[in-house]
């Protein structure tokens, strides 16, 4: 078979090169491992994760009052988690469906197996006996959880975030999440919503060390109130399943752990070491990561690689984006380059995100800023909705009345984030523009012009006193 493109791997950045090149006009093929249609996104990462964060909101809210019966504990938290991940599964399947109908109607054509390269223009597809020859590739193999190799997982009690999709028990009494990334701390917070008393270890001494430094401590004071314990400066030395049931985890420092299960979360390793790569002449870092350059193309000029497994942020949407740009290049076609502005969600209970920079890293940059806070708790939205706990700050020059920075925290964040987005990219001027706009009420949007008004006010406060 003879393509224009042939991408391999059919996540979100897969699948976004494969649809910009049939709109090209294109001749284009998906390579993707059997019954992995849609990439980790949809089967093992986002989507799942995602649905069982919103079916354990709908459960806290619908929560039988038996449960508190003790002699019902056990067949209420086993139906609890059937019903977590049958919902999971409908919406994989679902979505699944979606982006298959997406490559049919953009007549796309999927090669089931793994791919691997015999040479820089052609790849052999497991199972089939014509090899595929195409004029340019986009590798978007993403990743895998990095498992260490002393760790003997089970998948029922020493798991990984794979793992936790094929629980087929109730939802764990106890749980030791290692690793607070975000992988980490977005199960972490579930499970302690859903009662589970979980401890989370991490090495650093920061959870989510990327976050303004006032919304993360706010962050893990509210997962404390909701059964999480934080580990930090803690490397994890051995775990062990124990005979019956749980796992034990033996700390540097000398403690140890005792949980019902283990949930590994210390980072994902690129897909790269069955691929073939040697023979095109690519390498790949220790990482199993791919180096590129800014128009995604690799050291071999017509193989591109996007998403996870040429590095980056690690979020589906700037994947999808990079699939995108890349095919672009790859064709000769005007294009932008991947946008400065990036805004990050974690989807925990209770949600964060931001866009721009922290106070922290303002103060380091020696630019000066002042504060705007809004509270959840005196929006009429956060009354009416039990959100009391909420927060949005934002960041503002004083000087031009810019916008630096975005953070949330609470509900909606993830979705709130993109008007502080807007307004940054609008420049100069971004918070006269929320002082003087009309939001809708009751509404969470409302805090931006809360915090708006309470940044304004402290600009004018400090000219004032300056005078
Ligand atoms: C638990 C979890 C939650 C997440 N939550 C979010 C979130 O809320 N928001 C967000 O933006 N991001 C989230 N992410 C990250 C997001 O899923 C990834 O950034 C995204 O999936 C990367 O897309 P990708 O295109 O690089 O490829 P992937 O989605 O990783 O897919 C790559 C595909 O390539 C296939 N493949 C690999 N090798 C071969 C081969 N040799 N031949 C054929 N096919 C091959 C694989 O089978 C896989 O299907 C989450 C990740 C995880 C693990
Ligand atoms: N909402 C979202 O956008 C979202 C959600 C989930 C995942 N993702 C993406 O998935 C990717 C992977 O996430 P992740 O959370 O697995 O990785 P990560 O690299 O972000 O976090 C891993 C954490 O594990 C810790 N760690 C590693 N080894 C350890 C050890 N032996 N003992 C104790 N702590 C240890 C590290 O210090 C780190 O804090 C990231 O790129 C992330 O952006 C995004």
Redesign the pocket.
Known sequence: MELDLLVIGSGPGGQRAAIQAAKLGKRVAVAERRNRLGGVSIHT??IP?KTLRQATLEQLATRPLDVLDPNRVEETERAAMEQLLDRANAVVAAETAITREQFRRNHVGLLPGDACFEDDHTVRIDGSDDPIRAARIVIATG?R??R?STVEFDDRTIID?DGLLKLESRVPRTMTV?????????YASMFGALGTKVTV????DR?L?FLDTEIGEAFQYLLRRRNVTFRLR???DAVEALKGRGARLKLASGKEIVSEAVLY????QGDTDKLGLGATGLECDKRGRIKVDSAYRTAVPHIFAVG?VAGG????ATAMEQGRIAVLNAFDQPVTQLPQLIP????AIPELAMVGRTEEQLTDDAVPYVAGMARFSELARGVISGDRDGILKLLVSPEDRSVLGVHVLGTSA?DLVHIGQAVMAAGAGGLDFLVTAVFNYPTFAESYKVAALDADNRIKAMKAFGE
């Not at 270890?201 to 650093?204: A, C, L, P, S």
């Not at 979360?265 to 994902?268: H, K």
């Not at 942020?313 to 589906?316: C, D, E, I, V, Y």
């Open positions: 990462g986002t994760s990743t959880p990095a260490p975030s290692v690793g607070a990334g975000v992988i980490g701390v977005e270890v991490d090495q650093r959870v060390s803690e490397k994890v979360a210390t980072g994902r996870d942020a690690g979020l589906a990050y969600g974690v989807y993830t």
